[in-house]
């Protein structure tokens, strides 16, 4: 204290002053885990034992990134090569759940974490391995969060969980770089959708803007492995109505060819209140829901994803109008005064029954609520990235469904939906996809402009009728069969589910003819 300052380390690195001779610090109680790993998570284990430098998993969502992480934490304590970890983790509903994961559920490995409340400005006691916060976190608290990270006496991991989050050059990619570049012993990164549209994220290797895995565990994978439930979407056609901001009233389908403008005032059209497209989604994936509790899933529950907090509220009154009850709605802003806070609304609703939740961006990445059987896709996001997070809900197996166990996505006709969903079912690598584009030969082409600069477009009305169904075994049966397989169902009293029924007679002509002739 020569110029009479007491500095943590981490100013004191920035000081240039360096540490002397440090003890070890005390090393908290961890455990491997005692229930089998899955074979994914024991081919990536020597990948991050061995390395010495930050390393990339990226596995689906739903596929265990959570239990794999934390039996790394436990065998990298056991052989001495760190004694502390810190978690990055996007909300603060996934720090819990790794608080809650690090207890040893289930066999999986013990990582006793700071709880539930804890912030980066207390201390971590001796008792705790570590802790888990958020992104943001980080960034408010930078410096702190280094002195953890290079406390004397502690070697510290760092796992940045969904790591997408930390772009190199915004400012939680910033703060991580400021914060574990020098201060982390070894860093391990995890995501299910390891990509950014335009910086690259930190601590990642990239090759062609695209980032590099150490260990790549995709979809197609845990479908065979039987990791993640099985998909299948249905697309909802029909027409949309709508004013540009230039005067211009147009009618479109999904099957007219429109420019870039055309496209998005098509999609909001048919996801507004103004008109019937969005009513007949909602009743489809409510009969849907309907047939699972009634059947072999009683408990089984469906999410409606929504644009804005407005648009969820409309959403929610409309299925308060088919089903006779308000669904639980997870915003950041209520308009019913009635309806919970977000959180506890998502907890109630994870552990509870009832059939249905209404979200903007609340149910996220990270938000395991297994039975979650139905996801209605309405909103305007049209990024690989967020439609891969928002079907990724649906993903998680449900141990309690002995019989079929399936996700059912109900989405819009938009092409760049159908792209989307169609680079899911074929599981090629990223960097090899290219746009796949649906459309009819016959279809007219329309080039709407976005008109005058004050104006706004307004959505007039729409129809909607169901286009086509697919599943992830790479069947598809059209709305024709669709329709028969329904017609048959209902006079037959057949217990196959009525899309299942289609998307195998589409492939089997006797079947095929028998419900068409019904």
Same mark, same amino acid.
């Given at each position: 204290m020569e110029n009479l300052q007491a500095l943590c380390i981490a100013c004191n690195r920035r000081k240039g002053i360096q540490e002397g001779v440090i003890a070890e610090g005390v090393v908290a109680s961890v455990a491997v885990a005692t229930a089998p790993l899955w074979g994914w998570q024991e081919r990536a284990l020597p990948v991050v034992m061995a390395a010495t430098r930050p390393v990339l998993i990226e596995a689906c969502p739903g596929a265990g990134k959570t239990r794999f992480a934390l039996e790394c934490v436990a065998r990298l304590f056991d052989q001495h090569v760190v004694n502390r970890v810190l978690i990055v983790v996007p909300t603060s509903r996934l720090a819990d759940q790794w608080v809650e994961a690090?207890?040893?559920?289930?066999?999986?490995?013990?990582?006793?974490?700071?709880?539930? #409340?804890?912030? =980066? /400005?207390?201390?971590? *006691?001796?008792?705790?391995?570590?802790?888990?916060?958020? +992104?943001?976190?980080? *960034?408010?608290? /930078?410096?702190?969060?280094?002195?953890?990270?290079?406390?004397?006496? +502690? @070697?510290?991991?760092? !796992?940045f969980d969904e790591v997408h989050h930390a772009g190199s050059e915004h400012a939680w990619g910033i703060a991580a770089q400021q914060a574990f570049m020098s201060a982390a012993t070894r860093i391990v990164s995890l995501s299910g959708t390891a990509f950014r549209t335009k910086d690259p994220i930190v601590f990642i290797q990239t090759r062609d803007g695209r980032s590099v895995a150490d260990f790549t565990y995709n979809y197609g994978d845990a479908l065979r492995d039987k990791v993640c439930r099985p998909l299948q979407f249905v697309a !909802?056609?029909?027409?949309?109505?709508?004013? /540009?901001?230039?005067?211009?009233?147009? /009618?479109?389908?999904?099957?007219d060819e429109l420019n870039e403008q055309g496209e998005s005032y098509r999609l909001r059209t048919v996801l507004s209140t103004k008109g019937n497209h969005l009513r007949e989604t909602l009743r489809t994936a409510n009969d849907e829901l309907i047939r699972l509790r009634t059947s072999t899933d009683p408990d089984a529950g469906g999410l409606v994803v929504c644009i804005d907090c407005d648009h969820a509220d409309a959403v929610a009154r409309i299925l308060q109008e088919i089903t006779g009850t308000r669904p639980t709605v997870a915003c950041s @802003?209520?308009?019913?005064?009635?309806? =919970? &806070?977000?959180?506890? #609304? !998502?907890?109630?609703?994870?552990?509870? %029954?009832? =059939?249905? !939740?209404? &979200?903007? @961006?609340?149910?996220?990445?990270?938000?395991?609520?297994?039975?979650?059987?139905?996801?209605? +896709?309405? %909103?305007?996001?049209?990024?690989?990235?967020?439609f891969r997070q928002i079907t990724g809900r649906l993903v998680r197996t449900d141990p309690k469904n002995t019989d079929s166990d399936y996700g059912l996505v109900i989405l819009p006709a938009e092409p760049i939906l159908l792209s989307l969903a169609q680079r899911i079912l074929d599981e090629v690598p990223l960097a090899e996809r290219g746009p796949l584009v649906i459309r009819d030969p016959a279809t007219r082409t329309t080039n709407i402009y976005g008109g005058h600069e004050k104006a706004q477009f307004v959505p007039l009305g729409s129809t909607g009728e169901l286009t086509m169904v697919t599943d992830t075994d790479g069947r598809s049966a059209p709305a024709e069969l669709v329709a028969a397989a329904k017609r048959y169902v209902a006079a037959t009293g057949s217990p196959v589910p009525p899309f299942e029924l289609a998307l195998a007679a589409a492939h089997d002509e006797h079947l095929r003819n028998r419900l068409l002739d019904y």
């Open positions: 690090g207890s040893g559920m289930g066999g999986s490995a013990v990582v006793p974490l700071a709880p539930a #409340g804890w912030r =980066p /400005t207390q201390p971590l *006691f001796r008792r705790w391995a570590g802790a888990a916060f958020t +992104y943001h976190a980080l *960034f408010a608290q /930078t410096t702190m969060i280094e002195a953890l990270a290079a406390e004397p006496g +502690y @070697r510290t991991l760092v !796992i !909802i056609g029909g027409t949309a109505t709508f004013k /540009t901001p230039a005067g211009q009233v147009e /009618t479109v389908t999904f099957e @802003r209520l308009n019913d005064p009635d309806d =919970p &806070s977000p959180r506890p #609304g !998502i907890e109630v609703f994870d552990r509870g %029954t009832s =059939p249905w !939740i209404v &979200s903007v @961006r609340m149910v996220s990445e990270g938000v395991d609520i297994r039975r979650l059987r139905v996801l209605v +896709y309405a %909103t305007n996001m049209a990024t690989e990235l967020g």
